[in-house]
């Protein structure tokens, strides 16, 4: 599979970042290697771009004029726009790692970096999106319903609106029904990091879910003290 191409139309990149030469960097080799490539100096523009261009995958820098990196990752998240975004950054802390992964990014790459590197995390976040190896198509537990290929999620029969992260992180519990799945597991799961015993990100996004799914009843994620966290439809001890 040419991950270039997705549908048999070139991939759009969204390169953002104020630092010529790496603007340069990653177009010159992106579209050499068939990408489709847009290019913003800040974070006012690649909210503009990225609004009005939508494309495939987004590389964010995160120290930029204007506002940086994380309020462009929240404004769009709390404008419903859910392309991958993967964060360019000298940062590489532990704690901003956490910080942008909680604003709804979907990776992060530390510079220095090779463009073997970059196109290594676009591909793999094209086949999160896009589920190349994806078999099951509508997970069902309970009144709870995953349509992967409408990538809807609805219960009760009403939709629920989940951001790209939330909706990974529930279908990994959909497809693991009634397994008692630790931090851990979701953490290298749905955003394939290990971030040495780094869990809150995982605990911040099961509060988003359970705002969402179990407002209705009976609750159905349930935390199992001391190993994590199940999708079941019945209460058990």
């Given at each position: ?30 579209r ?47 404008d ?5 975004i ?152």
């Amino acid at each position: 599979m040419n991950l270039a191409r997705v549908a048999d139309a070139p991939v759009r990149v969204l390169v953002v970042d104020d630092e010529d030469y790496i603007t340069d960097l990653l177009t010159t080799g992106l579209r050499f290697l068939g990408f489709e490539v847009s290019v913003a100096r800040d974070g006012m523009g690649a909210v503009a771009k990225a609004t009005d261009e939508r494309p495939d995958v987004m590389l964010l820098d995160v120290t930029m004029p204007a506002f940086d990196g994380f309020e462009v990752c929240r404004r769009l998240r709390s404008d419903g726009v859910q392309l991958p975004i993967i964060f360019l950054t000298a940062r590489d802390s532990s704690e901003d790692k956490v910080d942008g992964l909680r604003l709804g990014a979907d990776d992060y790459v530390t510079k220095p970096f090779g463009l073997q590197e970059v196109v290594a995390r676009i591909e793999a976040v094209l086949r999160r999106g896009h589920g190349t190896t994806r078999a099951v198509t509508r997970l069902t537990l309970a009144d709870l319903v995953l349509d992967d290929e409408a990538h809807e999620v609805s219960r009760a029969g009403e939709r629920i609106e989940l951001s790209a992260t939330e909706y990974r992180v529930l279908r990994y519990l959909m497809l693991n029904p009634g397994r008692v799945l630790s931090k851990t597991q979701i953490l290298e799961h749905v955003w394939q990091y290990d971030f040495d015993g780094e869990s809150t990100v995982v605990e911040t996004y099961i509060s988003y879910l359970r705002k969402k799914v179990d407002r209705f009843e009976p609750a159905l994620i349930q935390t199992v003290r001391g190993f994590g966290y199940v999708l079941r439809a019945e209460n058990s001890t």
